[in-house]
């Protein structure tokens, strides 16, 4: 299995900006997607954005328009662009790796945005 490490979490105000960032330990190049889901506190575990190898983007319904998700397979690395952000983004962000035959996470990024 791949090692996500994520990065770039933090306290800002709403409509601020942050840009999170998974490093992963080897090539990305051949897996079968990567992506960003969170949690906020009493909630599940949600989709923000997934970027597969083949197809389209996806995004959340409510991170559409505001969240970008982005891979560089040169540098093994995924980032996560979030601008508007609102109290609701709050949650701690993982970074999630899909393989032909394993899915690893990362241990999470907190995001606070206050109002």
């Known amino acids: 299995q791949v090692q996500l490490v994520e990065s770039g979490g933090g306290l800002v105000q709403a409509g601020g900006s942050l840009r999170l960032y998974c490093a992963a330990s080897?090539?990305?190049?051949?897996?079968?997607?990567m992506g960003w889901y969170r949690q906020a506190p009493g909630k599940e575990r949600e989709l923000v954005a997934t970027?597969?190898?083949?197809?389209?983007?996806n995004y959340a319904d409510s991170v559409k328009g505001r969240f970008t998700i982005s891979r560089v397979n040169a540098n093994n690395t995924v980032w996560l662009q979030m601008t508007s952000l609102k109290p609701e983004d709050t949650a701690v962000y993982y970074c999630?790796?899909?393989?032909?035959?394993?899915?690893?996470w990362g241990q999470g990024t907190q995001v606070t945005v206050s109002s």
């Open positions: 080897k090539s990305i190049w051949s897996f079968r997607s």
């Open positions: 970027l597969p190898a083949i197809g389209n983007t």
């Open positions: 999630n790796a899909v393989e032909f035959q394993s899915t690893s």
